[in-house]
């Protein structure tokens, strides 16, 4: 039966994880995969996780099955984190949380969620997107179609095509949307755009998906939903994924969430029983340990100031990347103007050179990025960012 395979390319994101590891060069950079590093490159576990664990590994219980809701204190105190703890759509109870493995099981289940409401649903997602959002939808069934998002040749949003083609999209669709820190751009809508948007939502019907992977890392985690808050005040139906990989850096425990919002509280109690079937149906129930993790910094209002002060040293630690990173190539005879990355926001944006360049950089000088040029912010530092741009300078 096997013999009908063929080889499929590697993960065009976590495929360089395997060659940066493999290269000997002591120069070599990681720009690839979306993960925090502090400046000696090390991706380092919070202290309030370490204090969360140790609460955990001296409390814990049992390690009976959990279900496939996840823990429902999680489920409350990150609905509470994402749409805000008094939000209209809480009080009115019309939100339904499940926890998920990671911010990538979220949208796997969001993806069957959607088939479930039609079997010949359409999702519309930003051109470009994350490498593996068409992967994931197309694996559920769901048919996948872009709307104009980023201009690569002036490096900005291209938001009057992406509202002309929202407007035209039916109200049986689904629009998936970054809440921050879009990812590969970097380039997020400003509020005011958030309100066309939701003004469009309304008047168009199609359902929103929003995807907050990156909550605390553009501005703070209360200003990187203001979309997120705003559709749900406003919208019948929405679906939000949110991860707590990169912001509680809990990467490999994989802690995520998915939430519905239905029109009223009967309507979310019926979307709820469907949730949990698709859950049951892909992987029974999810892993526990992240989420005992996050309910326990969420629930202790030392825990979680710790935690949002030890987000804001990350977040400020890639800003300040993005800063040093445009005057470096500037002060090393680049011509080309990189202003924009100072712009934009979270952990990514593209450099704007081409796949033979990104090859170059690869192969002469062991620094490794997405084909598309997109770079991990979180992966310059003090000590090579010099090199980087020169070598940089030499390919352009
Ligand atoms: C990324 O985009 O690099 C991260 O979200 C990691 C991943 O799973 O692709």
Redesign the pocket.
Known sequence: MFDTLSALPADP??GLLNQYRQDSNSNKVDL????YKDPNGHTPILNCVKTAEKFRFENEQTKVYIGPTGSADFNTLITDLCFGASHSAILSNRIRTVSTPGG?GALRVAADFIKRCKKDAVIWVSDPT???HTGIFEAAGVQVKTYPYYDHANESLKFDEMAQCLSQISSDDVVLLHACCH??SGMDLTNDQWDIVVELTKEKGFTPLIDM?YQGFGTDVEEDAYGVRRMADFIDNMILCSSC?KNFGLYRDRIGSCSVISKDSNQADIAFSVLLYVVRCIYSMPPAHGAAIVETILGSEELKQQWLDELKVMRDRINGNREILVSTLANSGVERDFSFINVQKGM?SFLGVNKDQVTRLKEEFSIYMVDSSRI?IAGISNDNVGYLASSIAKVL
């Open positions: 994101i976590l690839g995969v979306g993960v990538t994350w490498a593996n990812n590969p992977a990989s990514f991990s």
